[in-house]
């Protein structure tokens, strides 16, 4: 009897540790104001927590090394003071801006801290549209979470105006 509680705890713990993952990083200048803070909760569903320039878009592209036409992204607007734009889901069409998808991402936060503007996130593993990045393939393996991420023109959105650069994010249970 011992040991199957003391199996049963162990199996707690191992399903619990492995069960979840969280990876965080900065990427672009952070001299300037021009850089993103990315945290991603990865469990029963998806959180992110972003931290952008205000005063121009930013948006994370998952999974993917390249800019490849089909990949999904969350476009954050350029916000002020009097914004009414919010965070939006969508996925990449070619040269020009991301096109809108059905938002799957619950906005719980979105501030303005100066120059910057912090949002949280949250969102089913699987979203409704077939474009959306599926996390539970992510969640289950061992593997690190490729990310897109660019930064926009004031509020342009055309993304040949845009910086692109690619970030491993490793996984951390």
Same mark, same amino acid.
């Given at each position: 009897?011992?040991?199957?509680?003391?199996?049963?705890?162990?199996?707690?713990?191992?399903?619990?540790?492995?069960?979840?993952?969280?990876?965080?990083?900065?990427?672009?200048?952070?001299?300037?104001?021009?850089?993103?803070?990315?945290?991603?909760?990865?469990?029963?569903?998806?959180?992110?927590?972003?931290?952008?320039?205000? %005063?121009?878009w930013f948006a994370i592209g998952f999974n993917t090394n390249r800019m490849a036409i089909g990949t999904d992204v969350v476009l954050v607007p350029a916000l002020v003071s009097d914004s009414t734009l919010l965070p939006y889901d969508s996925y990449i069409t070619g040269y020009g801006p991301p096109k809108k998808d059905r938002q799957d991402?619950?906005?719980?936060?979105?501030?303005?801290?100066?120059?910057?503007?912090?949002?949280?996130?949250?969102?089913?593993?699987?979203? %409704?549209?077939?474009?959306?990045? %599926?996390?539970?393939?992510?969640?289950?393996?061992?593997?690190?979470?490729?990310?897109?991420?660019?930064?926009?023109?004031?509020?342009?959105?055309?993304?040949?105006?845009?910086?692109?650069?690619?970030?491993?994010?490793?996984?951390?249970?």
């Amino acid at each position: 009897m011992r040991y199957r509680i003391i199996f049963a705890i162990n199996l707690l713990f191992s399903s619990y540790s492995f069960g979840q993952k969280q990876v965080s990083t900065v990427v672009g200048d952070t001299n300037s104001q021009a850089y993103i803070r990315i945290k991603i909760e990865v469990a029963d569903s998806v959180r992110i927590f972003l931290d952008g320039p205000s %005063e121009s878009w930013f948006a994370i592209g998952f999974n993917t090394n390249r800019m490849a036409i089909g990949t999904d992204v969350v476009l954050v607007p350029a916000l002020v003071s009097d914004s009414t734009l919010l965070p939006y889901d969508s996925y990449i069409t070619g040269y020009g801006p991301p096109k809108k998808d059905r938002q799957d991402w619950v906005i719980q936060t979105i501030q303005l801290h100066g120059k910057r503007t912090m949002t949280k996130m949250v969102r089913a593993l699987k979203g %409704e549209s077939e474009k959306d990045f %599926e996390f539970t393939p992510y969640l289950n393996q061992a593997n690190n979470l490729d990310i897109i991420w660019a930064i926009g023109d004031r509020k342009s959105t055309r993304l040949n105006s845009s910086h692109e650069w690619i970030s491993r994010m490793p996984s951390s249970a």
